[in-house]
């Protein structure tokens, strides 16, 4: 393994531009021309051309899209190659040739289903590589924001008995022969833990069995979620912004690079800076009874009127006030106007719309029962939760960040299982 | 909610021990003297006693331990209050007294299944918090010598079709009327990944259907596991070391007193620095035998032989080249002797055992189809993963590490349960 070990990046190769150097890699682009072989290899830094003279390495011939290679010469400054650097091989350490690739890149392109399928391989595409990249710095960025900001990173579990959002799409597991649930939320655990850490968060997949195939719902995705003690609506929706703004700024200043391979513009994301704006519900409601969408006050903000809604604004924005039954049970309702809640969705431009829902929790146990209730449902299905009231409660607020949808939006994606390595939807488990 | 705001953390009103200050919190401790009613207030960051004129404070009475509190007052320089400062109440500016609190610390420890039963509430103890900075601090450890180190964050599904481990302890989900299984372990998905980022590493939950109760198993478990391109056993037990020592070595700097409120002796902490001892299978069978374990070669070192084996060390131990059949398929057999596998596990020491298991990966399709049939398992519900050696396929190695075991021997816990939030095994699903 020593011809590894001396390899260095194809990026710091390309900076050197002279002298000796072993890259590695593998094949992305290969031609014949005469009695040279060109070879585009890549790693996970970048590419490079490297130039075999046909009759010294029959190898060469035999290399595939996608075969290995390890390869040691002299590095030559050419502006026509990619990086403006060549480098002239004089040694072949280790090959796998392998199979013929089975992905043409150009062809596939025009059909996702084709590329899911594939999706292992698919991953070596210079396009999912720089998602992967920018998706690494987003999660980066998340946990830097929530750390420097005083919360605590926190793990709370995946099996649960209780719902938070509400019944209808939980996937049921067996559990030694008794059912159990995945979560779909770690909102309640978090909840528990700030009357010992006072404001925590935790990045974890969350599970919602989601029958529709949509461009902005996975049965399995990365949830941000963060809990505070001694804090409002307004106190939630201040984190939202801020760490949206924190997670676009640290992409735009770290991965430039792979935001214009995707061909991503990135003024939108240059103006995400807060204040987002503030939009109320009876606003939107407003807003779009005047650009002509039929809602009346009461109905539900779906993706259609988010998209609507979105696109009169020129950054995020925070909708909040939402009326009691479109939010879950556990949003405090507003006590100067209680068919209101202190709730609020943070929705992305663009068109992108939801990926922050939050808001101030009931903290008053009497309130929380009455209210279980009058959704219809069990206040003992909720003892524990309830519980946390009885003992010394305090006003809190919280929210969930869909971190695969910041992604999406970042990345400028069409569809949420671009942005995914391993995507999984109603028809979707494998690879 | 404006005097939420102007309260100072406990720690910062300790530090500056004069002046007026407003803080915010839970009490911990209350004792009634004469005319004073002596208060201590607890926060995520210390704790302080809070004094009361009796008669100027009803409230004082009132307060049961938990009670929530926002309290304004002179700090007063006392060397027999906690910390060294007290806080003579002026002003209290909001109580919630909630119920009698139903914990009582000295009794509860020792019964863990009440405490376990009550773990939402059970979380506030001194005890909790401290072990949940702990595992705040590994957390943060384990990505920071992993992103310092080249390697790309990733995300790996939870919803799989083929076991990595074997198939006894999968969980079966019900997905839309189809059996899925819950992940345990992100390796196959990382080693797809190694293709596009070379070096990438993974955090996330892994499930195992562990039916026994044992202290160091849970049916869900925090995983840090990584996989490197160009790569053998050797420089996956070496980054296994490494990121186990700075973890501790972060630990050690910035929790003590975390450690020193739950007696953690320090010294075995503080001698795990690279290099780990190397320990082959067969000398630990020697050892073993020389200590009057009936073991042979070939037989498994099970929890009990690990344990016997760690105490002979001073600090954690690479143990490596297991025989073939002691190890999953898709370890690479040593080449130079075909009967043991490129694998390890890395021990902590004071009789904790594994945290670390890994290895090479066959990297060769035929070598791998070969062992696959060898081991009565069926190619075709591999496809996937032996399609990655198909185009241009590498050597390789990677490990995965139970962040919660680290965290058990990092704080000496007797039982994983006891440093995990919310536990879960084949008993238990709540709260
Ligand atoms: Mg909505
Ligand atoms: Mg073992």
Known sequence: MEAFKRAIPIAEALRRGEGYATVRGWVYRKRSLKEKVFVVLRDATGVIQLVFQRDKFKIAEDLNIESALVATGRLVREPRAP??????????????????????????????????????????????????????????????????????????????????????????????????????????????????????????????AEPSRTRRHLTEFWHAEMEMAWAGMEDAAKVGEEVISYVVEKVLQERAEELSLLGRKTEPLERAKPP???????????????????????????????????????????????????????????????????????????????????????????????????????????????????YGSVPHAGFGLGVDRLVMWITGADHIRDVVPFPRDVRRTRP
Chains 1, 2 share one sequence.
């Open 276 to 390: 987002f704006y503030r939009v109320s519900y009876d606003e939107a409601v407003e807003i779009l009874r005047k650009k002509g969408v039929s809602i009346s006050w009461g109905d539900d903000i779906g993706a259609d009127e988010e998209r609507a809604l979105t696109l009169e604004f020129d950054k995020p924005l925070v909708l909040y006030g939402f009326p009691e039954k479109l939010k879950a049970f556990y949003h405090r309702n507003n006590p100067d106007r209680p068919e209101v809640t202190l709730s609020f969705d943070v929705l992305l431009p663009e068109g992108y719309g939801e990926v922050i829902g939050g808001g101030e929790r009931i903290y008053d146990p009497v309130e929380l029962v009455e209210k279980i209730k009058r959704f219809g449902l069990n206040p003992e299905d909720y003892q524990w939760y309830i519980d946390l009231r009885r």
């Open 83 to 208: 990086g403006g650097v060549e480098l002239h091989v004089e040694k072949v350490e280790w090959a796998y040739a392998g199979e013929p690739y089975p992905i043409n890149e150009d062809a596939a392109a025009a059909d996702s289903e084709y590329l899911l399928d594939v999706r292992h391989l698919w991953l070596r595409s210079r396009k999912m590589q720089a998602v992967l990249k920018i998706r690494h710095t987003v999660f980066e960025a998340i946990h830097q924001y929530f750390r420097r900001s005083g919360f605590y990173e926190v793990q709370t579990p995946m099996f649960i008995t209780a719902a938070v959002e509400g019944g209808a799409t939980l996937f049921k597991v067996d559990y030694f022969g008794q059912p159990v649930y995945l979560t779909q939320s770690s909102q309640f655990y978090l909840e528990a833990l700030i009357y010992s850490l006072e404001k925590v968060y935790v990045i974890a997949p969350s599970f919602r």
